[in-house]
């Protein structure tokens, strides 16, 4: 599972993506120019040990492409962060730390 097709759905506020008929999401809210990412769900169906990394880096993807920053608040999502902080430390606002 290398590309990962991702909906944003505005109006639950959440990015989302479907494998195999099961929906994974990444729950988000927006203030200024930060999104906040609040909640990692991974259907226990989806068995791809790769599939949350790539699920995380599409959505990173795509903030990044709205030129916003990024505010981890699920456990997932900042230890992801911080395994990869090189990579993304300039998505995080001043003075975040992860």
Known sequence: MNDVII???SFLRQFETTVDGHLARIEYSSQERKVFLTKLVVPEEITDENFRE???KA?????QERNLRVVPT???IAGFLRKNRLQYKEMLPIGIRI
């Open 7 to 9: 909906k944003d759905n």
């Open 54 to 56: 790539n699920f995380i």
């Open 59 to 63: 959505v990173l993807s795509i903030i």
């Open 74 to 76: 699920s456990p997932h």
